[in-house]
């Protein structure tokens, strides 16, 4: 079992509607949580982070945390063409980031 | 300007050979990482450092060398041991503690001809 999951998508919304995006993590204890943006041929970039079960919110975009289902997930609301990119979790775990594999999101006019 | 630099941009090599890839930070964290993304691959720790002179091999640190004897800076090599070098390297630094984040520098493109 991976220890970061993603669905591997693409994930096709229209302009202006929300895109949410998913991951699970396997282990229990961990408690910092992040996602980054990846445009292709780019660095990741960090977009949010969250630390503690409930809802983080920064301009459209929301992250949400469920510990006791071990998930996150990250909503982006009134999605734009320009949002179209990859979007990386990433679970802190003793010393270093565990990444998923990432979401390829498209927004289509 | 604070910021995680990366040089250079785009490098080529021959089989056979050896070449640094350099990563320089001005952010005073702790922690540099090192990880390779292979095209529609998701990132791969290759080494990490959290203290100077101190370093721990990631997921795929055969082939690799690193180097840590400045705060600022984290050298890495790509021998002729690596036998698929081509990828996208990153570069990566945060404070150290569980809350703190990690940011990339903007990667180095190594194409092996």
């Known amino acids: 079992q991976k220890e970061v999951e993603q669905n591997s998508g693409p994930l096709s919304v229209p302009e202006g509607a929300i895109a949410s995006l998913n991951c699970t993590y396997s282990?229990?204890?961990?408690?910092?949580f992040f996602w980054y943006r990846q445009y292709s041929g780019k660095s990741p970039e960090l977009i949010m982070s969250?630390?503690?079960?409930g809802d983080q919110e920064d301009g459209r975009f929301t992250a949400q945390l469920n510990k006791a289902s071990q998930y996150v997930s990250l909503l982006i609301r009134d999605s734009q063409p320009s949002d179209s990119a990859t979007y990386l979790c990433?679970?802190?775990?003793?010393?270093?980031?565990?990444f998923g594999t990432g979401t390829r999101l498209q927004v289509f006019p | 300007d604070g910021g995680i630099t990366q040089s250079p941009k785009y490098l080529f090599r021959k089989e056979g050979q050896n070449v640094t890839l350099s990563c320089e930070q001005n952010?005073?964290?702790?922690?540099m990482y090192w990880y390779r993304q292979d095209p529609g691959q998701g990132l791969r720790l290759i080494y990490y450092?959290?203290?100077?002179?101190?370093?721990q091999k990631g997921d795929i640190a055969e082939g690799y060398s690193v180097s840590r004897e400045k705060k600022e800076s984290f050298p890495l090599t790509v021998t002729s041991a690596q036998k698929n070098p081509t990828a996208f390297y990153l570069c990566?630094?945060?404070?150290?503690?569980?809350?703190?984040?990690?940011?990339f520098g903007p990667g180095t493109r190594l194409t092996v001809l």
């Open positions: 969250i630390y503690s079960n």
């Open positions: 952010l005073n964290h702790d922690a």
């Open positions: 450092s959290q203290i100077v002179n101190d370093f």
């Open positions: 990433a679970v802190y775990n003793t010393d270093k980031l565990i």
């Open positions: 282990d229990r204890g961990s408690q910092s």
């Open positions: 990566a630094s945060r404070p150290l503690g569980r809350q703190n984040e990690q940011f």
